[in-house]
């Protein structure tokens, strides 16, 4: 994975997105609760690096269900996230 660029706890989020309970988030977007799982991060610390991965536009988050809950919601990687992998 190209590391260029991003913190510690930003690489280990986008690689706990490759292996949570729900899949790989290079195959399929999972539920961010499970990528958090994944990252053994609090979800305070979490939601931080989540939203610079957001700026930085290798990550979007969906609120598919509208509850408005951050843990409920979909982590996908962009096709700018997934390049980290070439």
């Known amino acids: 994975m190209k590391r260029d660029g991003l913190t510690e706890l930003e690489i280990r989020v986008l690689e706990a997105s490759r292996k949570s309970d729900f899949g790989d988030c290079f195959i399929e977007p999972s539920w961010s609760f499970s990528v958090c799982d994944a990252s ?42 997934k390049k980290l992998w070439e």
């Open 40 to 81: 053994g991060l609090n979800e305070k610390v979490y939601r931080g690096v989540v939203s610079s991965l957001v700026k930085k536009g290798l990550v979007v988050i969906q609120d598919d269900e509208g509850k408005g809950r951050f843990r409920d919601m979909v982590f996908i990687l962009t096709e700018n996230g």
